[in-house]
């Protein structure tokens, strides 16, 4: 029997895939809990639309992400920290600290978890980060470390 997953199945398939499975472990199983759906004229189309639906989002996700990029790699972003001796900081500049200031000076939000530093930022000057925005779509943005 064709089904139609509504959500992943071990050893079956992911979710919105079509697959072949036998009719008494669709009927049984699958079709009982909720984990898939016949595969007829009407939720084919059903998919055919959320899938076309799906690439659209997707699309218009990529597009924003490499709007913000081009945002990102224009500007670049001043963050103050207290320093000791030898212009060195006490503790590092995190991610989250980039964040709030992209938020602040750019307006633009960025996950924390989503900037890249390769190494700590314990000196004050000028540092290129990597910001992954979308999984095909990465910015450099400049960040300048500042004396309190």
Known sequence: ??????????KVGKKGELVEVADAYARNVLLRQNQAVEAN????????LRRANDEKVAEENLEKAKE???????????????TGEGDRLFGSISGKEIADAVKEQLGIEVDRRKIV????????????????????VKAALKVVVEKL
């Open 1 to 10: 029997m064709k089904v139609i997953l509504l959500q992943d199945v071990k």
């Open 41 to 48: 004229v009407r939720t084919m189309n059903d998919l055919k």
């Open 117 to 136: 530093l390769d190494t700590p930022i314990k000196n004050i000057g000028t540092m290129e980060v990597t910001v992954k925005l979308h999984p095909q």
């Open 68 to 82: 913000i990029r081009d945002r990102l790699e224009k500007s670049s972003v001043i963050v103050r920290a207290k």
